[in-house]
T-cell receptor
Framework: DTGVSQDPRHKITKRGQNVTFRCDPI?????LYWYRQTLGQGPEFLTY????????KSRLLSDRFSAERPKGSFSTLEIQRTEQGDSAMYLC?????????????FGPGTRLTVT | AQSVTQPDIHITVSEGASLELRCNYS??????LFWYVQSPGQGLQLLLK??????LVQGIKGFEAEFKRSQSSFNLRKPSVHWSDAAEYFC????????FGKGTRLHILP
């Protein structure tokens, strides 16, 4: 396995448009996490899945954001009616299981620019 | 509130010189502690982690970190930096979820 992959790597969209990002975790990992990283900041937790179940969502995840992991494998993050403040790097990570003893492996991220 | 603080936004060192990046955490109890590195176009890579036990932790790429409970610190060190170490470094702590510091960008002078 080559690690966590994310698609697309870059996305430029106009304000008000919807965008969807995909994350493919390491195949045997049942935990999948989404983070957002803005310029000059560290990654901030958005949400995570245990298999197909979404177990926690940050208050950062407004109702314009939705994430799915329908078959417990890949995940999608959709942002509806994008705003300029949504411009950021969106990072996905996966781990074998829950708990800090299981390392989270990060993908390269999707950089979103909202014009 | 739980937080991780990296007081230095930028650090510049000469190639071959020693390095120390500072990290302080604010938690009710000692969390799990991590250092990650992020290079342009690359994902975050875990350098090392501390859970318990020996307070000096060895990591990859010649990095080490020392946990000091009395100072709530987890500083990252390397005895001799290489030009390839230029990157952004994030300290992080995990209790319930991972909280990252804002990062320190390391610049290397030839």
């Amino acid at each position: 396995d080559t690690g966590v992959s994310q698609d697309p790597r870059h996305k430029i969209t106009k304000r008000g448009q919807n965008v969807t990002f995909r994350c493919d975790p390491i195949s045997e990992h049942n935990r999948l996490y989404w983070y957002r990283q803005t310029l000059g900041q560290g990654p901030e937790f958005l949400t995570y899945f245990q298999n197909e179940a979404q177990l926690e969502k940050s208050r950062l995840l407004s109702d314009r954001f939705s994430a799915e992991r329908p078959k417990g494998s890949f995940s999608t993050l959709e942002i509806q009616r994008t705003e300029q403040g949504d411009s950021a790097m969106y990072l996905c990570a996966s781990s074998l299981s829950g708990g800090a003893q299981y390392e989270q492996y990060f993908g390269p991220g999707t950089r979103l620019t909202v014009t | 509130a739980q937080s991780v603080t990296q007081p230095d936004i930028h650090i510049t060192v000469s190639e071959g010189a020693s390095l120390e990046l500072r990290c302080n955490y604010s938690y009710g109890a000692t969390p799990y502690l991590f250092w990650y590195v992020q290079s342009p176009g690359q994902g975050l890579q875990l350098l090392l982690k501390y859970f318990s036990g020996d307070t000096l932790v060895q990591g990859i790429k010649g990095f080490e970190a020392e946990f000091k409970r009395s100072q709530s610190s987890f500083n990252l060190r390397k005895p001799s930096v290489h030009w390839s170490d230029a990157a952004e470094y994030f300290c992080a702590a995990e209790d319930d979820k991972i909280i990252f510091g804002k990062g320190t960008r390391l610049h290397i002078l030839p």
